[in-house]
Antibody, heavy 123, light 106 residues
Framework: QVTLRESGPALVKPTQTLTLTCTFS??????????VSWIRQPPGKALEWLGL???????FYSPSLKPRLGISKDTSNNQVLLRMTNMDPVDTATYFC???????????????WGQGTTVTVSS | SYDLTQPPSVSVSPGQTASITCSGD??????VCWYQQKPGQSPVQVIY???HRPSGIPERFSGSNSGNTATLTISGTQTLDEADYYC?????????FGGGTKLTVL
């Protein structure tokens, strides 16, 4: 059974750096074709993809947020980390991680999602 | 930048067919996924690679993608299908989501 779970602070102050952890089970991020994405959703708004890390450790980011984002992995502990700098109240959102497999060079999208973690940016 | 456009809302009567569209430039040349999200819950993938259903997704969900438009079709819509639906595609190693469509079943 594939599961993912996000964890991290519920509240951060403006200008601070946010670090979230995605802990997963049921698959290995060292398997060819396996990726993990981060997605966020502000209250009452649409989903927004932030970026992903693949089995090789390569990372891809949303162009609009790339300067502020960093995604890394700890394969031995089955974890993926998201780091977002210079947090602002507009970054208040629920943050999700999701498995994003690539099968035969075709991305399958995000097939299993975590429950999400809510982050509020406020002084 | 590449944009995906969805209608904000779609209404359907129980038992009827609901169609939710997603538009983008030459979208038919990309693979599209669809996600269902109910209030307070995480999204669930209901279609991948344009028209494939993940295990456990009812057969009444189907997808198509051609030209500039992808469509999610729900046949025999049930009240439990009431939710927000998002399309998603990849463009230059970047994932993009549509703005979402609220499906009302009444």
């Amino acid at each position: 059974q594939v599961t993912l779970r996000e964890s991290g602070p519920a509240l951060v102050k403006p200008t601070q750096t946010l670090t979230l952890t995605c802990t997963f089970s049921g698959f290995s991020l060292s398997t060819t074709g396996m990726c993990v994405s981060w997605i966020r959703q502000p209250p009452g708004k649409a989903l927004e993809w932030l970026g992903l890390i693949d089995w090789d450790g390569d990372t891809f980011y949303s162009p609009s947020l790339k300067p502020r984002l960093g995604i890394s992995k700890d394969t031995s502990n089955n974890q993926v980390l998201l780091r977002m700098t210079n947090m602002d109240p507009v970054d208040t959102a629920t943050y999700f991680c999701a498995r994003s497999p690539i099968v035969g060079a075709i991305p399958d999208g995000m097939d299993v999602w975590g429950q999400g973690t809510t982050v509020t940016v406020s002084s | 930048s590449y944009d995906l456009t969805q209608p904000p809302s779609v209404s359907v009567s129980p038992g009827q067919t609901a169609s939710i569209t997603c538009s983008g430039d030459k979208l038919g040349e990309k693979y599209v996924c669809w996600y269902q999200q109910k209030p307070g819950q995480s999204p669930v993938q209901v279609i991948y690679q344009d028209n494939h259903r993940p295990s456990g997704i009812p057969e009444r969900f189907s997808g198509s993608n051609s030209g500039n438009t992808a469509t999610l079709t729900i046949s025999g819509t049930q009240t439990l299908d009431e939710a927000d639906y998002y399309c998603q595609a990849w463009d230059s190693n970047t994932a993009l989501f549509g703005g979402g469509t609220k499906l009302t079943v009444l």
